[in-house]
Nanobody, 116 residues
Framework: QVQLVESGGGLAQPGGSLRLSCAAS????????FGWYRQTPGTQREPIAV???????YYADSVKGRFTVSRDNAKNMVFLEMNNLRPEDTAVYYC??????????WGQGTQVTVSS
């Protein structure tokens, strides 16, 4: 199993920045995909920024150019740098890991609220 714990969420003003961190433990050698999803009430959880073990990255169009995902394989951590935040970025952000055979692990979620 892989256990994931997020940190760094909170309140930010529009135009501000936050940095999320996720630490993985357990069977971390099985992780290939490693990154972030988000979900708002009444919406499906969607991928925001994900990186593979080889360094390929995916960004949702809504965050491209504003968010950056990075990964430290030696420390089994993934990060999300969020810049130029908008109110529509308000959501619960979930860390996700995925094995090559498609098994997902999830963090508990961390709330990000962007408001004046």
């Amino acid at each position: 199993q892989v256990q994931l714990v997020e940190s760094g969420g909170g309140l930010a003003q529009p135009g501000g920045s936050l940095r999320l961190s996720c630490a993985a433990s357990g069977n971390t050698f099985t992780i290939n995909g490693f990154g972030w999803y988000r979900q708002t009430p009444g919406t499906q959880r969607e991928p925001i920024a994900v990186t593979s073990k080889s360094g390929d990255t995916y960004y949702a169009d809504s965050v491209k150019g504003r968010f950056t995902v990075s990964r430290d394989n030696a420390k089994n951590m993934v990060f999300l740098e969020m810049n130029n935040l908008r109110p529509e970025d308000t959501a619960v952000y979930y860390c996700n890991s995925r094995t090559p055979w498609g098994f997902d692990s999830w963090g508990q979620g961390t709330q990000v609220t962007v408001s004046s």
